[in-house]
C-alpha cells in the first residue's frame, strides 16, 4: 500500500498545481503575467486583470490550502476489527501488518525475513524483530498470481502458475532485489485453480501441485490424472518432475508431520452439490502412488454424478478428517513450538478462507485439528474466529498459518490484506 500512496500524493499534487493555476495559465506552468502583458485589457473596471486576479488568487488560496493539508496529511487506513477474533483463554491476537495486499501463503528465512506471495501479482518481504515488522519490500512484481513461496539456500522460490523462478541471495538484496531466474517454465498453464502453494521437504524436493482445470472434470488430454488434480515434486533446479499423488482436486496447503516426515495436505470438495456436500478434506500421504479419488469420488464418501459410475469410494484413499462442505481450507501447519500449551505440539492449524456459493457462508475461521501420526483419532476444534459478521458479510479471509520460532503463530488474510501474528500467555 505504500507504492499506492506514493501514486496518490503524486496525483494529489498535481491536482494542486492545475487547480490553482489561474484560469489563462497554460497546461504545465504558470505564465499568467506574460499573458496578461499582451492581452488588451478591458473597459469594465470589474474585468481588470487586477481585479480577476485577485479574486481568483483568494480562491486559489483557500483551495490550495485545503489540498496541502490533503496532500500531507496521513492517508489512513480504517482499523481492521482485530477485537471481534474470538480465541481460547490465554490466546492474543495482533495485526503484524495491514499493508500486504491479497496475502498468501509465507515463509520465512533464518535471518527472520518474512516472504509473501499474494493473489496479486507481486511477492513482499517483512524485515521482523521482536514480533514488529520494521521494513516492508515488494520484491518481485508482474507475476502470474505468485502465490507460493519457499526457502531454501539463500534463495526464495516463487510459483506463477506455469512457472516458477527463483530469486537468489535475497535477503541481502532486498532494497534491489535481483531478476528472477526461471527454474522451469513447463507447468500447466491454466488459471483455475494454477495458483500454486509450494514447499521443501525432507527429501530436499520442491512439492509443486497441480489443482484440476474445473470444478469437475477429467481431462481428455490428461486420463491418468499425472498432470492435473495432482501433488507432485521437482529437484530444486526444476528437472525430474513427477506425480505422487493422484486425485486430489486442489490442495493449497501441506506441511511434513514432524516426527514421521509424512505428507499432510488439505484439499478443496467440488461445488455445485448443495450446501452440505461434498466435505474438504485433510488428507495424509504414507507412500507415494496413492489416489484420493478426484472427480470419482468427493470428500471420502460422496460419488460423483457424473464421473462415479464404475469407481467406487471405497476404492479410493479415505481422509483423515473431514473439514466440513465449502469452508475452503488452504494453509496448513503443524505447531511444534513451545509457546502454546503442551497439549497443542504437533497439532495441525488450518486457515479456513471461507465459502462462496453456500446459501450461508461457512469457514472464514483457523481450526485446529488434533490427530495421531498414523492419522487416526482426528479432533477438530475452532481456534481462531469472528472475520465472519453477523449478517453473512466478512471483513477478513484466512489464507495460510506459519508458527514462527518463538512459538507464535502467524495467520495471512488476502481478503484484509493483513498478516497477524497469536500469543499465548498462561491466564
Known amino acids: ?76 487506513r480504517a482499523a481492521l476489527p482485530i477485537e471481534r477474533i474470538q480465541l481460547p483463554p490465554g490466546f492474543h491476537i495482533e495485526v503484524l501488518s495491514d499493508d500486504v495486499p491479497a496475502a498468501r501463503e509465507m515463509t520465512l528465512s533464518p535471518q527472520g525475513i518474512l516472504y509473501v506471495g499474494s493473489m496479486d501479482s507481486r511477492v513482499y518481504a517483512l524485515e521482523l524483530r521482536d514480533g514488529r515488522v520494521v521494513k516492508r519490500h515488494v520484491i518481485a512484481s508482474g507475476l502470474t498470481m505468485p502465490v507460493g513461496v519457499a526457502w531454501r539456500d539463500g534463495a526464495l522460490y516463487v510459483s506463477a502458475v506455469s512457472s516458477i523462478v527463483r530469486l537468489d541471495g535475497i535477503d541481502t538484496h532486498l532494497d534491489n532485489p535481483p531478476k528472477p531466474a526461471v527454474v522451469t517454465s513447463s507447468l500447466p498453464d491454466s488459471r483455475h485453480h494454477g495458483w500454486k502453494f509450494i514447499a521443501f521437504g525432507p527429501d530436499g524436493k520442491l512439492y509443486v501441485p497441480q489443482g484440476a482445470p474445473c470444478n469437475v472434470c477429467l481431462p481428455a488430454t490428461d486420463p491418468q490424472r499425472t498432470h492435473y488434480a495432482m501433488i507432485g515434486r521437482m529437484d530444486p533446479d526444476g528437472t525430474h518432475y513427477e506425480t505422487l499423488a493422484r486425485g486430489v482436486r486442489n490442495t493449497v496447503g501441506f506441511a511434513w508431520h514432524p516426527r514421521t516426515h509424512e505428507l499432510w495436505f488439505t484439499d478443496n470438495g467440488r461445488d455445485m452439490l448443495g450446501d452440505d456436500i461434498p466435505s474438504d478434506k485433510l488428507n495424509r500421504l504414507p507412500r507415494a502412488g496413492l489416489d484420493f479419488g478426484f472427480p470419482y469420488c468427493h470428500g471420502g464418501d460422496v460419488s460423483d454424478p457424473e464421473f462415479g459410475k ?118
Open 1 to 76: 500500500m505504500h507504492d499506492d500512496r506514493t501514486a496518490i500524493r503524486t496525483r494529489l499534487a498535481r491536482a494542486f498545481q492545475h487547480m490553482t493555476a489561474p484560469p489563462d495559465a497554460p497546461r504545465g506552468g504558470f505564465s499568467a503575467a506574460a499573458r496578461f502583458a499582451t492581452q488588451p485589457r478591458p473597459s469594465d473596471p470589474a474585468l481588470s486583470p487586477r481585479r480577476n486576479k485577485s479574486r481568483w488568487t483568494r480562491s486559489a488560496t483557500r483551495l490550495g490550502i485545503a489540498l496541502l493539508i490533503l496532500l500531507l496529511a496521513p492517508l489512513a
Open 310 to 427: 464404475d469407481h467406487p469410494c471405497s476404492a479410493f484413499t479415505p481422509p483423515v478428517a473431514q473439514l466440513g462442505a465449502h469452508v475452503a481450507a488452504l494453509g496448513m501447519r503443524f505447531y511444534t513450538g513451545t509457546m502454546f500449551p503442551p497439549e497443542y505440539r504437533d497439532s495441525i492449524f488450518i486457515a479456513e478462507h471461507g465459502s462462496w456459493n453456500r446459501s450461508k457462508k461457512v469457514g472464514y475461521r483457523v481450526v485446529r485439528v488434533s490427530v495421531d501420526a498414523d492419522g487416526k483419532h482426528a479432533k477438530q476444534q475452532v481456534f481462531a474466529q469472528g472475520w465472519l459478521n453477523a449478517d453473512d458479510t466478512q471483513w477478513g479471509r484466512p489464507a495460510d498459518v506459519l508458527p514462527l520460532p518463538d512459538g507464535s503463530l502467524l495467520i495471512s488474510d488476502d481478503y484484509a490484506g493483513a498478516i497477524y501474528r497469536v500469543t499465548y500467555s498462561k491466564p
